[in-house]
């Protein structure tokens, strides 16, 4: 199979005309965050939101030109929000890195179109934090796999698309595959289907993108991927309260939403914002989970409280939310994760794999709770 370089894509958009300047997309220059894997294509089209579906058929003949190139096995073009008025074309056909342009506050850019995404999941459950450094996607992680054993359907969501952490973590290599050209076949293991923006760039590519281009990518790994039917989606998050937390809010029914924080009152601080974010977006808040609550020395047991603990619980009291367990900070957990071996999956007898059944317990009696016309009889995490 030949290999696919960016200069050949190039001359192919070169060839495809917007009849409505006269000008083909790559001198208009709306052609941006090209993404070339093997043969897998994948582009944005920033157009005038208020155009988006005339532009539709615009989107559809980028995609035709590129998957006539030989060795290209899918191509994916998503239109996203343009809000200059005079675009400057690209002196030459190579995209240029772009600084990240955040939407103006108070005023955050609207996804292009309107449909609601991933309806053929039950609940879609966000793991969240405030900021970075709690171990969210370890949780995240977890959380899935135990659902998972406890007998549902679960697909993991990589949403974020500047670190993402599900390839390593979930011990997943290679790229997904398009059987029709159009649609990813997720990716799988320990039972669960995975998506990440992490299967389709090399490890080290830093991400160098604006907003909008964020958006997109998320909503084509909810749109574009053959999820096929789902009891249950845990969306691993980003940190924050950006532009992946307003998509998720906008455009896919959130069952509810888990916040992943430590015990330090900086961490508390960031936590109350994520989920007073979810509460403004009539989001439903689980509870909150204290993460590396306290070390358990591996030779003698003793057990030391490095960042304080009982800080999550209090919060969650005062904020009133469920607090949903609290996870200690110990080598099995961290070895695993970095593994790609989770607890819960490779040693789900241990005494650190339970605390995690035990939480994802708790979790699906608050979806039964929340989608109850939905469920029927939610199958039940047993400990043993």
């Known amino acids: 199979m030949a290999d696919v370089s960016e200069n050949m894509i ?11 300047s006269g000008k083909d ?17 994948g582009f944005t089209i920033e157009v005038d939101p208020a155009k988006a579906a005339q532009k539709e058929a615009l989107r559809k003949a980028c995609e035709a030109a590129v998957e006539d190139i030989p060795g290209v096995l899918s191509v994916t073009a998503v239109l996203t929000a343009h809000r200059d008025a005079h675009p400057h074309p690209h002196p030459h056909p190579h995209p240029q890195p772009q600084a990240q342009a955040r939407p103006a506050a108070g005023r955050p850019q609207k996804p292009v179109g309107g449909a609601m995404l991933l309806t053929n999941v039950r609940a879609v459950i966000a793991v969240a934090s405030g900021k970075g450094g709690v171990g969210k996607s370890t949780v995240a992680t977890n959380l899935a796999v135990a659902l998972g054993r406890g007998g549902f359907r679960v697909g993991l969501l990589d949403a974020d698309i500047y ?14 595959v398009s059987h029709d050209g159009h649609t990813l076949e997720p990716m799988e293991n320990y039972g669960i289907k995975v998506m990440s923006i992490g299967f389709l760039v090399e490890e080290d590519t830093p991400m160098i993108w604006r907003g909008p281009m964020v958006m997109s990518a998320l909503e084509q790994m909810m749109r574009d991927v053959a999820w096929g039917e789902l009891d249950i989606m845990v969306v691993d998050m980003p940190p924050g309260t950006g532009d992946a937390q307003l998509t998720m809010a906008q455009r896919v029914p959130l069952a509810g939403a888990v916040i992943v924080s430590t015990p330090q009152d900086i961490a508390l601080i960031d936590a109350r914002k994520g989920l007073n974010m979810f509460r403004k977006v009539d989001v439903p808040v689980f509870g909150i989970i204290e993460n590396m609550s306290y070390f358990l020395c591996p030779s003698c ?38 593994s790609g071996k989770p607890i819960t999956a490779t040693q789900p007898d241990s005494e650190y794999a339970k605390i995690f059944m035990q939480i994802a317990d708790r979790v699906a009696a608050k979806v ?7 469920f029927r009889q939610p199958p039940k995490i047993v400990i043993q």
């Open 368 to 374: 039964a709770d929340v989608v109850e016309s939905k």
């Open 163 to 176: 670190g993402p952490s599900m390839p390593r973590m979930m011990a997943i290599s290679g790229q997904p």
């Open 25 to 41: 997309v790559v001198a208009l220059g709306i052609i941006k965050g090209m993404i070339v894997k093997g043969g897998n294509i």
């Open 10 to 20: 190039w001359e192919a958009l070169q060839r495809v005309i917007d009849p409505e």
């Open 301 to 338: 047991g003793h057990r030391s409280e490095i960042f304080g603990h009982g800080g999550a619980r209090e919060t969650a009291a005062k904020l009133g939310v469920d607090f949903l367990g609290e996870v200690p900070l110990h080598m099995s957990i961290r070895e695993t994760s970095d």
